[in-house]
């Protein structure tokens, strides 16, 4: 029996549809019940006790920066005998010095590998629909703001995550693994801007912002948290320093198939981000 946390997200509701396509026998972990879901529900929330009894597995996604939710599902997966926590982390918790966004990740993995119980850590770098973050602009301007410029990064479907995930959660060998998982191709902004201009049918422009600090402005007006302003402002630092992306072929090697193109991810989402 696996259960699986945050079952109505981009990786999570993908997820959930990969583990009814190969006949898991699985429960989704919801706040409230959800009849638009296509799964068995179990009610509980991350952030008080929870009842796992009955699992074997579990895979934990956490929003936020804490580690409450994390300590809230490890206490209860150790209670109840639960064999394996398959955590979506980040890359970012490769870096050298680890930068904040990844320190967040990797205190959780700790926690968990420091639990006793096997776990398998899942890695992805950003996700391709982190561009339906450009929408308000396109729609209000034609036009995609650039914080990174010549930075690099190679996009993941989180369609592919789920893939993965539900490959590590059904099968015996994953215990006490990373996964660092990556699209197949290493994109500046302005040509995943380009590529999603050619799906959508739409010359878009291409605005870059001089300096991270200007980057958090614009998407908190009324001001960003500090603490998150400063990862904010690190992380983009970083990404605009990484001119080459981080690239694996963990994607094709776990689920034997290869990852999701970019150009066929937009192709796919055109009528939603035009």
């Known amino acids: ?23 898991a026998e699985f429960r989704a972990l919801v706040r409230s019940p959800r009849p638009e879901l296509p799964a068995e529900q179990v009610v509980g929330d991350l952030d008080g006790p929870l009842d796992l009894r009955g699992a074997d597995k579990v ?6 920066t804490g580690l409450e939710h994390t300590a809230n599902v490890v206490a209860a997966a150790r209670q109840a005998g639960v064999r394996q926590i398959v955590y979506l982390s980040s890359y970012a918790v490769l870096g ?33 629909t982190n561009a339906f973050d450009w929408l308000p602009t396109i729609r209000a301007g ?7 410029g010549p930075g690099r990064m190679a996009p993941i479907d989180p ?7 539900a490959t590590v959660l059904m099968e015996d060998g994953h215990e006490k693994q990373a996964y660092t998982l990556t699209g197949p191709e290493a994109f500046t902004v302005a040509e995943q801007v380009a590529i999603l201009g050619t799906a959508i049918g739409r ?6 912002i001089a300096t991270p600090e200007e980057a958090v402005r614009f998407r908190y007006p009324e001001g960003a948290p500090a603490e998150l302003a400063a990862a904010l402002i690190e992380g ?27 150009s066929a991810w937009c192709e796919e989402n055109a009528g939603q981000l035009s």
Do not use: C, K
Not at 1 to 23: K, P, Q, S, Y
Not at 59 to 64: A, D, S, Y
Not at 203 to 208: F, I, S
């Open 1 to 23: 029996m696996l259960i699986v946390t945050g079952a109505t997200g981009h990786v999570g509701r993908t997820l959930v549809e990969e583990l009814n396509r190969r006949g």
């Open 59 to 64: 895979f934990l996604l956490v929003p936020g």
């Open 96 to 128: 050298d010095p680890i930068p904040a966004m990844g320190r967040w990740h990797h205190a959780r993995e700790q926690l968990i590998a420091d639990s006793g119980i096997a776990a398998t850590f899942l890695r992805p770098t950003g996700f391709m």
């Open 142 to 148: 034609g036009y995609v703001l650039d914080p990174i």
């Open 159 to 165: 369609a592919d995550i789920a893939a993965v995930a």
């Open 203 to 208: 010359a878009l422009d291409v605005r870059p």
């Open 236 to 262: 983009l630092t970083l990404m605009r320093a990484d001119t080459i992306g981080v690239r694996t072929d963990v994607v094709r090697r776990l689920t034997g198939r290869s990852p999701n193109t970019f």
